[in-house]
């Protein structure tokens, strides 16, 4: 009987993508024939996995695990939406949450922390076998592990999207409650950030020229003092068609309808005039004030503190505010939302030409 080396097992696993154990025996049963190994292997469906890595996994299911001050969010991606509503999948991805919250992991995505994970319990071998036996590729994706004071979690769509939220200063149900209203407008809303002071100089900067080149390609959301500059320059040195400038000449009275009428090669010479003299038109105050004001707007969106909380009986106070009428020592430290499958390449399907290609 030849000896079966771990090294071996390794070698095995990495080949088919089966269970350790599954390697072991299959080595065992063979003799320690690496290639009749896999037949073993294959032939039992534990190699089953190995046919499907190339696929693309982008639905599935977000859980959460709660113990203590101490939450943990977890995607696991299939391939299709109907996987994800299955039984046996969506009690393997409770046990992923439960392992992750078990250990002394806080998080990643795709990375070591995500192998470690799996590595765990020998949970990778329990991937494998779940996908030998959904039929199916299944992909641990990522996971996150928070604690405060206070932790709580909210769960849409069955899984579609997952939220966990920690708070200090937290402790009773009241500031409980307003900490699960807060993750319910996280799910609904999609904050970036908790608060504005959380955002870089650097993003904030970057914001500022997105913002001013959006503009400066928007002739007409420009100032009217600056458009007007634009236009009669267009005008003055006949940058524009005569048709053009006869639609100028009749609609000038009314700016508001003059893009309207204005060609397309019209507008775009205004562009070019505008990014010609940018550095003229973002030193105007004017701009300066429509810019900011643009930016601020962006950072209420992203930023959860200053977003209208979704409650609100007035459709104004803000979440903020909204804490700090609960319990002004409520301090949000930490916030995490998993959407499935969001930035993953999504499967397109053409069935179609799927049925083509099967018949040739």
Known sequence: MAEITASMVKELREMTGAGMMDCKKALNETNGDMAAAVDVLKKSGAAKAEKKASRI????????????????????????????????FQEFVQSVADQALASNLTGGVDGEEVDALLEANDLKSVLVE?????????????FAKISG???????HGGGRIGVLVAANGASSDADKEALSNVAMQIAAMNPQYISRADISAEEIDKLREITIDSALN?????????????????????????????????????????????????????????FADKDAIVSDKIFSGLVEGRISKQVKEISLLEQTYVKAEDGKQTVAQYLSSVNKELVLSKMVRFEVGEGMEKKNEDFAAEVAAQLG
């Open 149 to 155: 004071d206070a932790v709580v979690s909210y769960v």
């Open 130 to 142: 779940k996908t030998a036996k959904i039929g199916e590729k299944l992909s641990v994706r990522r």
């Open 57 to 88: 996994a982008a639905e599935g299911i977000a859980k959460v695990a709660i113990s203590g001050n101490t939450a943990v969010v977890v995607e696991v991606n299939s391939e299709t939406d109907f996987v994800a509503k299955n039984e046996v």
């Open 218 to 274: 928007d002739p007409a959301s420009l100032p009217k003092p600056l458009l007007q500059k634009l236009i009669d320059k267009a005008v003055n040195d006949a940058a524009w068609s005569a048709e053009d400038i006869a639609i100028y000449e009749e609609k000038k009275s009314n700016m508001n309808y003059l893009f309207n009428f204005l060609s397309g090669e019209a507008k775009n010479t205004l562009v070019q005039f505008a």
